[in-house]
């Protein structure tokens, strides 16, 4: 069995519903002989096992993973017998939300505290001085690594990546996409390679588990076949302690609804040997969003009428989206974070352009333009090593950029640990 099947959830649910994908969907088939070892059918070599430094104790779990899966509403989730029985060992959010749609903001989002308007799953390359749950978690000497199934080889920063078909036996398919891997996508992590080799295959996965060196803080994709799959092949790895001890919590959740005429919520459940006795095969009604999975916020319950309309597409103002486009801009370092924390002032900030005067919106592609942010900036690291495939943007993002971003601000899910 593969690591995605150890992982993760789903009998029969539909993923990428709507896509051209869907219609060349593959029926689920395992690639690898067990949840710990590593597969033939990936491409890339494992990059040997992660250096992390001493557990850094929470104040109620030390690990946090997080398991992704595609497209799917609530209601259908639900129905099913194999989240059902999941369930049973968990606490499951009945008022969790998704943040918009399509896939790619959300996914933004959970690691960076906004999704800056982004409302397609279009090529973003998010720009240096642009902070993530990278920045807290280093700041604070937390361990972490990205798990994303068939990627190539780690810190892989292309579109998507078509490899053998290990299924049918012949032919190629497209496994891996970018828009479902949150932290290459910013350049504060993948323009770093210390930090981009820690954006990680399901080999890496393998290997740094039997080398019990799993991080504190995981962010785990299966592939476009595995996404999702029968969740009786999590119960091996929930049983390994190098991976779910009593200081673990595991969270399960979709990217987004299926149906995008219903508002956002999807089915998300906590797990793990850090749950307690009491909570599991319980229900928690707080709304909660996947700013949630940064920092903690508000005590709104289901069906309050306080709970926002959230699936919106390509309707919010911001530097990722081309039809109302406003610049990135330097956060109120006089505010105090979501987490309750200070506002970190990183180095290279320019806090020239505020909030307040940014100018109005623009539609960049009623002139014919796209955002500046959806061109490569042309960096990978196909030997494990950061080398050039073309020649970058000027707008790829640099410190020296002149931007007036900020690293650690107080977007609403972004928080000082």
């Not at 009945?94 to 959300?106: G, I, V």
């Not at 919010?316 to 109120?332: D, K, M, R």
Request: with cysteine.
């Amino acid at each position: 069995m593969t690591v995605s099947q150890a992982l993760l959830v789903a009998g029969s649910l539909l993923a990428y519903a709507g896509s051209a994908l869907a219609a060349t969907a593959q029926a689920f088939s395992p690639p690898a002989y067990s949840y710990n070892s590593e597969s033939t059918n990936y491409t890339g070599q494992s990059n040997n096992t992660l250096q992390n430094g001493p557990v850094v104790s929470g104040k109620a779990f030390d690990r946090f993973i997080q398991i992704w899966f595609e497209n799917t509403d609530f209601e259908t989730a639900a129905s099913s017998s194999t989240f059902q029985t999941l369930a049973e060992q968990g606490v499951l959010f009945t008022s969790y939300y998704a943040m918009t749609h399509p896939s790619e903001p959300n996914y933004i989002a959970v690691t960076g505290g906004d999704f800056f308007g982004n409302g397609a799953d279009d090529f973003r390359a998010i720009p240096m001085n642009i902070s993530t749950v990278v920045d807290l978690l280093e700041q604070k000497n937390v361990s972490w690594a990205s798990y994303q199934e068939s990627m190539p080889y780690d810190g892989y920063t292309g579109y998507n990546y078509t490899s053998f078909d290990y299924i049918s036996g012949s032919g190629d398919y497209t496994y891996y996409v970018r828009k479902h891997n949150p932290l290459v996508i910013f350049d504060s992590v993948s323009n770093v390679t210390d930090r981009a080799l820690r954006i990680r295959n399901f080999n890496d996965f393998a290997r740094d588990l039997n080398a019990s060196v799993m991080p504190q803080w995981s962010f785990i994709t299966p592939n476009l076949v595995n996404d999702p799959v029968d969740p009786i092949w999590l119960n091996p790895l929930l049983a390994d302690t190098r991976f779910n001890d009593n200081r673990t919590i595991i969270l399960l959740t979709f990217d987004e609804t299926e149906t995008y005429s219903i508002n956002n919520r999807v089915w998300t459940l906590a797990l793990g040997g850090g749950l307690p006795a009491e909570l599991k095969n319980t229900t928690d009604d707080t709304f909660y969003t996947h700013y949630s999975c940064l920092s903690t916020n508000n005590g709104i319950s289901a069906n309050s009428s306080d709970i926002p309309l959230l699936n919106l597409t390509g309707t919010i103002p911001g530097p990722l989206n081309p039809e109302y486009y406003v610049p990135f801009s330097a956060p109120n370092l006089n505010a105090t974070g979501a987490g309750g924390g200070p506002v970190f002032k990183g180095p290279g900030l320019d806090t020239s352009l505020s909030a307040a005067s940014l100018p109005a919106p623009v539609n960049l592609t009623a002139k014919g333009l796209d955002t500046p942010w959806a061109q490569n900036p042309g960096y990978d690291y196909p030997n494990g090593t950061q080398g050039y495939t073309s020649t970058p943007s000027a707008s790829a993002g640099s410190w020296t950029s002149g931007l007036p971003c900020v690293r650690l601000d107080d977007r609403p899910g972004l928080s000082v640990l």
